[in-house]
């Protein structure tokens, strides 16, 4: 395994290096997963036969059929997915209500110890489901949620409370079952270290674009004056709030807006009552540093326009290829001052980068 898993992280090394070797950018940083136990979530189809039923993924035989494969452990998820899969199969199998047309099984771990399986069904769940999925819950002391089409029961809570050290502080982070996280906690931790890093220490203020549910939102703002942070999606930014509430952070203001309406009240072209209605005076902030982890399909140009008018821009990408591509237009105002590779998805072709950009 220990071979295996250096030869596809060298990989990764030699094709991002070359992939980016035409900027000139400085040595490539690189944070390494562990190789086993690193994901915190797992999703499973249910496959049902005749008499039993069993875990499952697929996966494509030399004619492109998919094949059921039977999953009686995941050794890339964390120690407890693996430790509850068993336990929990043999649960469900013994009450006909939990396993009937069960269809999907999702567990959402944290470092912290809290586990949240979401069960998903392909008939409606009823009163009676209620009542056994709750004393399951109890038995197992995890969190059930429950979900079919058109439907959600959620008998505690539909989310878990993760921890994650960054240098020597603790940050506790809702996480929802249906939103967005960083799948590998412990490179996780490595990112936000990273970034804090790039921040240094200022006495400005940092905008934020794409923040999530504050995942870096909360460390990064120890290195400023003030952080103004930017989400479209409604349930990151009640996460957000949550977060700094939970933290007792006080420099943080959280704006619910896309990357391109921000761009757009940035530079006076429209008013949004979601600033006035958040309390939030842009004009009273004095930026020098940007951060942005936007989504696959990277940055549009008219916020990489707005992103070329700061000192400081800290970009966190999980694309590659769309990262290349913004940093033709972001390079004729700035320079790459660091250049990070995180193993976020050990043994996938995937990678997270960082970079640092400072402006020429």
Known sequence: MTSSYQQQLDAKVERISAQFAEFNPPSLEVFNSPEQNFRMRAEFRIWHTEDDMFYAMFERDADEQKQVVEIKDFPIADKSINTLMPVLLNELKSQKILSHRLFEVHFLATLKGEMLVSLVYRCPLDAEWETAAKALSAKLNI????????????????????ELKVFDRSYQYKQIESSFTQ?????????????CNAAQQSDKDLLELYCGNGNFTLPLSTRFNRVLATELAKSSVYAAQWNIEKNAI??????RLSAEEFTQAYNGEREFRRLEEAGIDMS???????????????????TLKLLQRFERIIYISCNPDTLHDNLKTLLQSHKIVKFALFDQFPYTHHVESGILLEKI
Do not use: H
């Open 284 to 302: 009273s902030y004095d930026f020098d540093t940007v951060f942005v982890d936007p989504p696959r399909a990277g940055i549009d140009d008219e």
């Open 143 to 162: 969190k059930i949620f429950g979900r079919s089409r058109g439907q959600k029961v959620i008998l505690t809570d539909d989310y878990v409370v993760e």
């Open 250 to 255: 006080e420099n943080i203001q959280v704006a």
């Open 183 to 195: 799948p590998n906690a412990q490179v996780c931790q490595k990112m936000l270290e990273w970034a």
